[in-house]
């Protein structure tokens, strides 16, 4: 592959940068990159995301007979660059762009398509994901909420925890038992479903970061129409793997064009400081710019699987190891260059962002599959070790 960026992709990315410049003013710049959703400030990011939507800048890369832009990898990596560069809010579509949007196109009814897709680029619909449950985290396939195929809908009881923006979704794509007499990786089934109905509760979780950004959700007696299944039932693995390729390969795209405008502050605040004049700093800066430029290109070359294939490889799970590490190796640099202030920051400082991510990095390493997990697939599906022993 070619990384050099041609005419054309330049003149891509000056289309972006005028279109920013333009629109991302008042309370959407007031926004900032930050990652922590309230409800406060949920009505301006939808209308963010309705600006967006009206001059194209969503699905970008989706195809456009689903409504996207059909932009190249260069031009998707082109938008997040400019994106991050001039602080643009983090977006709230993680959930049903990044990764329910893309599942769809592969696994989807052309109903289900028809009905979610348009609603998902014009910032109308905004979803969750309810994969984990208390006694299922890292292995996933031994979830217990069940469904239960009742006439014309399927009737959900259970739990599902550290659901994201749950609060403030409409939808939630979750995975369920259908069948539990199946092994239990078959019995699974993945459902779309209403969030707005008596029998489901959402309680929010407060995070040691001060923001409420996870929750947990219960469901009684919940319900969802019989064709709210994605697939067959019984594909609901099949298609979590799909959802969790697209978590752990391209949906971070714009994560590391953001990691990259950090390193940027971070480079900065140590030059400033004088923390730069310690050769021990500064060896640290250069292995973290070295993590930043591997990242980069093992990006690519997941995105150009799924150009190959359709969806990611079990590749991505490297770069899932790669950023998660790399994060918290930069929230440690990050400690080193502040020293004793990085602990008691402002929420109106500019480094008080990187703070933020110091933290919620400690969880990286656990979401979208524990490390653990995804060092048995690379070591199983990609090298192709032996399988570890059950």
Excluded at 54 to 63: C, Y
Excluded at 231 to 254: I, N
Excluded at 260 to 280: C, I, K, T, Y
Excluded at 331 to 354: I, N, W
Aim: aromatic residues 10%.
């Amino acid at each position: 592959m070619d990384f050099s960026y041609s005419a054309a992709d330049e003149a891509f990315r000056t289309e972006v940068r005028v279109w920013l410049e333009g629109h991302l003013v008042g309370e959407f710049a007031a926004l900032g990159p930050g990652s922590s959703f309230g409800e406060a400030d949920w009505p301006v990011r939808v209308a963010w995301e309705k600006e967006l939507s009206s001059g194209g800048w969503t699905g970008l890369s989706w195809p456009k007979r689903f409504g996207g832009r059909e932009a190249t990898i260069m031009e998707e990596l082109i938008f997040a660059q400019e994106y991050a560069r001039v602080g643009a809010p983090t977006r709230p579509t993680f959930f049903s762009e990044g990764l329910l949007g893309p599942t769809l196109m592969v696994m989807g009814s052309d109903a289900q398509q028809a009905r979610f897709l348009p609603k998902i680029l014009k910032g109308e619909e905004f979803w969750c994901q309810g994969f984990s449950e208390p006694d299922a985290g890292s292995d996933l396939a031994s979830l217990s909420t069940k469904a239960v195929l009742d006439g014309d809908q399927w009737r959900i009881d259970g739990q599902k925890i550290w659901t994201s923006q749950a609060h403030l979704s409409d939808w939630i794509f979750m995975l369920v038992r259908t069948d539990p007499e199946a092994p239990k990786h078959k019995g699974i089934s993945m459902l779309l479903v209403d969030l707005d109905q008596p029998g489901i509760e959402r309680r929010v979780i407060r995070e040691m970061t001060g923001g409420t950004h996870f929750c947990e959700v219960f469901f009684t007696d919940a319900v969802t129409p019989a064709d709210m299944i994605v697939g067959a039932p019984g594909d609901g693995w099949k298609a979590s793997m799909a959802t969790l390729g697209f978590e752990r390969g391209t949906a971070f795209l714009a994560s590391q064009a953001r990691f990259a405008h950090d390193f940027g502050q971070l480079v900065e605040a140590a030059q400033s400081n004088g923390a730069a004049q310690d050769p021990l700093v500064r060896q640290q800066i250069a292995k973290i710019y070295e993590g930043l430029e591997l990242m980069r290109y093992s990006g690519f070359r997941t995105i150009t699987n799924i150009l190959k294939h359709g969806q990611p490889g079990p590749e991505a799970s490297v770069g899932k190891l790669q950023w998660t590490k790399w994060h918290q190796d930069f929230g440690e640099l990050y400690t080193t260059v502040f020293g004793a202030r990085s602990t008691v920051l402002q929420d109106t400082e500019p480094a008080h962002r990187l703070e933020h991510g110091f933290l919620l990095a400690r969880a990286e390493t656990i979401y979208a599959g524990a490390t653990e997990i995804q060092k048995n697939i690379v070591s199983e599906r990609v090298l192709g070790l032996p399988k570890e022993p059950s």
